[in-house]
């Protein structure tokens, strides 16, 4: 389907609501009925119309015609936030004594799940690097149900084989679930690989303007239809009409500011790499990556998001530089119209803090939709800061 036509036309009913091109903000709790046999319909089948807007409602129906679209799904749900998201689609797909294998180092919210929430309910995670595929295959237990998948990753940009990995999942009647985050559906379709539910965050690029939160798990009607029956309704963490509104409103501006963040970054990650000051950047489109070709094979583009590691071996250096930066901001998030910082060590207490693992010296900055070079101008002179 073409992307113009899902961005401004598909789902739309504009004759519906006075022929206005923005669609109304459906701020309904329920909807009303005139026959009882009619809302006994309801009831049966919730995801058949409209009845409480906990379930169905109709400005969220417009983004999900649209996000299911663009992922190349049959359906898709929109929920509150990107770990609401998660959380419902491995939670409809798992019981008591089921194994899942995931990505080593995947997104907070889910590892946080794995680890802390799940075991409660005997369910247990084994972490594996998840570059090979023989990896996949030696972890896989007879009790795995889910294969937890996150490519790239949003630190390293670790890439898993989707494509291998779906097919011998396929083979072994298990579910996958991939966070699609980085990418979003413009620069990569894990469905299209395969993929049973693909995860994105709303809240980052499809928002893009740092205003709101969201989060998207596409796939299969029945199988959206199980997560919309059971975690859906029952955990209440589908999006409100205003937020969908506004997310839909982010939407047709995402693949132009994705043109333009995409151009941003690759001047950023130029400039990062030749600095006397920089170790080395992580970014999965610059042939220094580890997994550059097979990133070139499964991802149309890459942007936004890259680690620099400085030539440091010192934490105070890192907070020097970050603190040192006028116009990038330091805070969590990315997708905005704002670039941002983060550095790994804000997460590592200081004592803790070991330079002989390169990880503790990441910095990750998120290249936003200002002019390149302004940001290369406040990198170069808090870059000037540091020894
Ligand atoms: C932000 C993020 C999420 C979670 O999304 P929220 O909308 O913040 O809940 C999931 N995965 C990745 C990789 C993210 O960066």
């Not at 058949?48 to 663009?70: C, E, F, H, M, Q």
């Not at 379709?189 to 798990?217: C, F, R, W």
């Not at 998030?333 to 330079?355: N, Q, R, T, V, Y």
Request: net charge neutral; aromatic share 10%.
């Amino acid at each position: 389907m073409d992307i113009s036509h899902i961005i401004n036309e598909l789902g739309e009913d504009r004759e519906n609501y006075f022929n206005a091109v923005s669609p109304p903000i459906m701020q309904t709790s329920n909807f009303v009925f005139n026959k009882v046999d009619d809302l006994r319909k309801a009831f049966e089948d919730e995801m058949g119309g409209y009845l409480y807007s906990r379930g169905l409602n109709p400005t969220v129906d417009i983004l999900r015609k649209k996000l299911a679209a663009l992922d190349g799904a049959e359906d898709c749900l929109v929920f509150n936030n990107g770990a609401a998201a998660i959380f419902a689609g491995i939670f409809a797909n798992i019981k008591t004594g089921d194994h899942i294998v995931s990505v080593a180092k995947p997104y907070t919210w889910a590892q946080r799940m794995f680890d802390m929430i799940l075991p409660r309910f005997g369910i247990t995670t084994t972490y594996i690097d998840g570059t090979k595929i023989e990896n996949w295959k030696e972890a896989t237990k007879s009790n795995t149900t889910c294969y937890y998948l996150e490519s790239p990753n949003s630190w390293d940009f670790a890439i898993q084989p989707i494509k291998e990995v779906a097919a011998f999942a396929r083979s072994k009647n298990i579910v996958t679930l991939l966070d699609n985050s980085y990418c979003s559906p413009l620069y990569q379709k894990p469905i299209e690989m395969g993929i049973d539910l693909a995860m994105q965050t709303a809240t980052k690029y499809i928002s893009g303007h740092s205003d709101t939160l969201g989060g998207v798990l596409s796939g299969a009607h029945d199988m959206m239809k199980k997560i919309f029956n059971s975690e859906y309704l029952n955990i209440g963490s589908g999006i409100q009409p205003f937020n969908a509104w506004l997310l839909i409103r982010g939407l047709r501006t995402m693949p132009a500011r994705f043109e333009r963040i995409t151009k941003s970054t690759a001047e950023v990650v130029a400039f990062m790499k030749q600095h006397p000051k920089v170790e080395s950047v992580l970014f999965p489109f610059d042939e220094s990556f580890p997994q550059y070709q097979l990133a070139r094979q499964q991802m149309k583009g890459a942007c936004g998001l890259f680690t620099a590691v400085l030539k440091t071996n010192r934490m105070d250096t890192i907070v020097r530089f970050c603190e040192s930066l006028k116009h990038i901001m330091m805070a969590v998030s990315w997708g905005g119209h704002e670039s941002l910082i983060i550095p790994k060590c804000a997460g590592i207490a200081p004592a803790d803090f070991d330079p002989s693992n390169k990880e503790h010296r990441y910095v990750r900055i998120y290249v936003g939709l200002e002019d390149p070079k302004y940001l290369i101008d406040d990198l170069s002179q808090a870059l000037a800061k540091i020894d």
